[in-house]
């Protein structure tokens, strides 16, 4: 069974940095042809796509986010991380990671707040 888990900070304060860590189990993200995202959906709005990471290593940004998106990933630990820099109110949101090979796989997103 294929489960992927947000972690990181709940609140985060303007001009800091959302960090969110996706653990994955029951599958490699290095297995080929898959890819993991990051997508968020802020109170009130449709969903957003982030970032993607393939198998490979691999990535690819939202050109609207770019500036201040990176990701990361452990192999050895069956993760990657989001890190999402000058973070503003409206950058809150739940953020979601997601997988596989068409975004199959879903974990259960965590909220974030940009707030002092």
């Known amino acids: 069974q294929v489960q992927l888990q947000e972690s990181g900070p709940g609140l985060v304060k303007p001009s800091q940095t959302v960090s969110l860590t996706c653990t994955v189990s029951g599958v490699s993200i290095t297995t080929t042809y898959y890819y993991w995202s990051w997508i968020r959906q802020p109170p009130g709005k449709g969903l957003e796509w982030i970032v993607n990471i393939r198998h490979s290593g691999g990535t690819y940004y939202n050109p609207s986010l770019e500036s201040r998106t990176s990701i990361s990933r452990d192999t050895s630990k069956n993760q990657f991380t989001l890190h999402l820099s000058s973070a503003t109110p409206e950058d809150t949101a739940v953020y979601y990671c997601?997988?596989?090979?068409?975004?199959?796989?879903w974990g259960q997103g965590a909220q974030v707040t940009v707030s002092s």
């Open positions: 997601t997988g596989g090979d068409a975004y199959t796989y």
